[in-house]
């Protein structure tokens, strides 16, 4: 049986877990491959890149049980996450408007 990842693009907003039973950070993906996602994780101590997360659903990971020290990720209804991509959005307008050419 093959395994599929759930899709995930560069700049989608998942949650990131640092172990199965862990609180989950959001995290934005910044880039993916066939089975893991490489995320940037927003966490109480700053923003930390994370290489090789695989999705929760993995089989590999129990096959592999190395892989679980990159942590997991997941696609989540989460409130935090979409306050979180509002305010960069926000932002993103603001660093635009204030660039020469950007309307200010």
């Keep these: 049986m093959s395994y599929e990842m ?12 640092p172990h199965i039973e862990a609180e989950p950070v959001p ?3 910044i880039s993916a491959s066939s089975r893991t996602l490489n995320l940037m ?13 695989h999705h929760s659903t993995d089989p590999g990971v129990e096959e592999f049980p190395d892989w679980k020290r990159y942590g997991y990720w997941e696609h989540k209804s ?12 926000l932002l993103e307008q603001k660093v635009g408007a204030k660039k020469p050419g950007g309307g200010q």
């Design 6 to 17: 759930p899709k995930a693009a560069v700049g989608d907003w998942v949650l990131f877990f």
């Design 41 to 53: 994780a927003f966490g109480r101590g700053g923003v930390v890149e994370k290489p090789s997360v």
């Design 78 to 89: 989460d409130p935090r996450l979409a306050m979180l991509s509002e305010r960069v959005s």
């Design 27 to 29: 995290a934005v993906v």
